[in-house]
């Protein structure tokens, strides 16, 4: 079965802080993606990647960047956190060039103090 | 550009009622459809989507959606609800070859038993 993980699964982080939250598929999935949701915006798309060494950016990216070393795993790094960016952070893994269903994570929930 | 929209950010209905879920989309080419649902401090499951053929479509838990192109809206119903349906659900669109998918605000289902 396809499976999608994050870790941490609860974050605690100062402001200015560094975190970086990471996603692993075993899907093989080309796509992978880094959405946070917060209420009243359902899930908006911070970066997105369509292979190993690649990433792009989506809807909202300013303040973070992505990396995406392996097929497997896509990070997303939040140089200087912001108590802004506090809000429940999904990752997916896709395929079919993105016109196939995604397959997500549970979530990180990261709270900047 | 492509564009999703649920005009419903909250319904609520009775244990037993039939459901019906507002998705319209913007998108002038083939559209690929999908619904998700995500159940409180979940990630998104797959219902249902659509690529082409027959426009209704039977997803899993007795949920099915009806494509219309002539009038960009691929809404969701289910015949009788059941309390265990409360959960937010989302509308997406894919439209080709790596363009990351956009979502719908959601709609929150209430059930009443």
């Known amino acids: 079965e396809a499976a999608v993980t994050q870790s941490p699964r609860n974050k605690v982080a100062v402001t200015g802080g560094k975190v970086t939250l990471s996603c692993n598929q075993t899907?093989?999935?080309?796509?992978m993606y880094w959405y946070r949701q917060d209420t009243g915006h359902g899930l908006r798309l911070i970066h997105y990647?369509?292979?190993?060494?690649?990433?792009e950016k989506g809807d909202i990216p300013d303040g973070y960047k992505a990396s995406r070393p392996s097929q497997e795993n896509f990070s997303l790094i939040l140089e200087l956190a912001t108590p802004s960016q506090t809000s429940v952070y999904f990752c997916?893994?896709?395929?079919?060039?993105?016109?196939?269903?995604?397959?997500f994570g549970p979530g990180t929930r990261l709270t900047v103090l | 550009a492509q564009s999703v929209t649920q005009p419903d950010a909250r319904v609520t209905v009775s244990e037993g009622a039939s459901l019906q879920l507002r998705c319209k989309y913007s998108?002038?080419?083939?559209?690929?459809l999908f619904w998700y649902v995500q159940y409180p401090r979940q990630g998104l499951q797959l219902l249902l989507k659509?690529?082409?053929?027959?426009?209704v479509v039977q997803g899993v838990n007795g949920f099915e959606a009806e494509f219309s192109k002539s009038n960009s809206s691929f809404h969701l119903r289910k015949a009788s609800v059941h309390w265990s349906d409360s959960a937010v659900y989302f509308c997406?669109?894919?439209?080709?070859?790596?363009?990351?998918?956009?979502f719908g605000a959601g709609t929150k289902l209430s059930v009443k038993p």
């Open positions: 997916a893994s896709g395929d079919l060039g993105g016109r196939g269903e995604q397959y």
């Open positions: 899907n093989n999935h080309n796509n």
């Open positions: 990647s369509y292979g190993a060494g690649s990433t």
């Open positions: 998108y002038s080419g083939t559209p690929y």
């Open positions: 659509y690529y082409s053929g027959d426009p």
């Open positions: 997406v669109l894919s439209v080709n070859n790596n363009n990351a998918p956009r």
